[in-house]
């Protein structure tokens, strides 16, 4: 029961990360904006836009093809992923919280995406 729950919350977890990197891209594109960073993420620019481009297409995919029960290990690959990335730019990134409030908002999204990522290795066990 426990692990139906972590699988569906997983799903429902990157099925928005994939959607709002795939929609911050496509704003970004669409605008023609040279300067575009996130000071979160280790690109700027045309490639940040590219990157979040391909990242929220793989995870669409990903997502799609583990609920369908096929591909879970590209399920798996993109949940550690895209947890790695998260806890790279909390850590490790130049960006500075505004207070502790963002830092523990921070701090809760990473444990989402470690709580999706054990969700996706349950999936790929299977």
């Known amino acids: 029961m426990v692990q139906a729950i972590v699988r ?13 990197a795939l ?15 996130f000071e979160f993420l280790p ?7 590219n990157w979040l481009l391909a990242l929220g297409a793989i995870g669409l995919v990903s ?4 609920f369908k029960g096929k591909v879970k290990f590209l399920f798996l690959a993109w949940s550690v992923v895209a947890a790695g990335l998260i806890a790279r730019g909390i850590f490790l990134s130049g960006y500075r919280f505004e207070g502790e409030a963002d830092f523990k908002w921070a ?13 996706a290795w349950n999936r790929a066990r299977r």
């Not at 929609?23 to 960073?37: C, I, M, Y």
């Not at 997502?63 to 583990?66: D, K, Q, R, W």
Request: net charge negative.
């Open 23 to 37: 929609g911050v891209g496509l704003v970004a594109a669409l605008s023609d904006n040279t300067t575009f960073q």
């Open 107 to 119: 701090l809760g999204i990473l444990g989402c995406a470690l709580i999706s990522a054990w969700g």
């Open 63 to 66: 997502v799609a093809l583990a």
């Open 8 to 20: 569906l919350f997983s799903y429902a977890f990157h099925l928005l990360l994939s959607l709002a």
């Open 43 to 49: 690109w700027s620019g045309k490639e940040l836009q």
